[in-house]
């Protein structure tokens, strides 16, 4: 088993659509969920930052973590063609060994 | 120039070449990393750098070897490479651990150098 899962896609939506990611992962000492943005040809950009269990918005985005079922989510708001890249959950212990998902590339159409 | 900066930004070379890549971070970071990006897999973290000291090294064949002279500049040395070493290699930056406080440690990542090996 992956230490974590994540569906690689692609996902396609029409814009305004909510869109939902999600991730798996089995170390039960983490503690520490990130979501990353990639575009085409660029590094991961932080995205959202969330520390154990609970929901954190900002703007259009909004992450959750549940801890007991070891998964988490990133949705998307009102969708938009900018937000077509590839999204990365990672998340870490609490020390700078953070582990990824395989990313989900996604696709907002006009 | 801001953030964390990699050159060159691709790279051909064949297997019997040596070359190297270069990071610098100007974000005032302590801690430097090296990753590969391969198609529809997880990041790979390579090297683990802490106040210049290497703290870990995830079983990276040898013909990777990573050079950090200061908290701002990492180096990822390149020879006799396999073909299935092409990828795209990321380096990163984070404030470090061991600060009072501070369990996390967010990375910040440079636009990579795509690396194709004939």
Known sequence: QKEVEQDPGPLSVPEGAIVSLNCTYSNSAFQYFMWYRQYSRKGPELLMYTYSSGNKEDGRFTAQVDKSSKYISLFIRDSQPSDSATYLCAMSEGTNDMRFGAGTRLTVKP | ?118
């Open chain 2, 1 to 118: 120039e801001t953030g964390v900066t990699q050159t060159p930004r691709h790279l051909v070379m064949g297997m019997t070449n040596k070359k190297s890549l270069k990071c610098e971070q100007h974000l005032g970071h302590n801690a430097m990393y090296w990753y590969k990006q391969s198609a529809k897999k997880p990041l790979e973290l390579m090297f683990v750098y802490n106040f210049k000291e290497q703290t870990e090294n995830n079983s990276v064949p040898s013909r990777f070897s990573p050079e950090c002279p200061n908290s701002s500049h990492l180096f990822l040395h390149l020879h006799t490479l396999q073909p299935e070493d092409s990828a795209l290699y990321l380096c990163a930056s984070s404030q470090g651990p061991g600060l009072a406080g501070a369990r996390t440690d967010t990375q910040y990542f440079g636009p990579g150098t795509r690396l194709t090996v004939l």
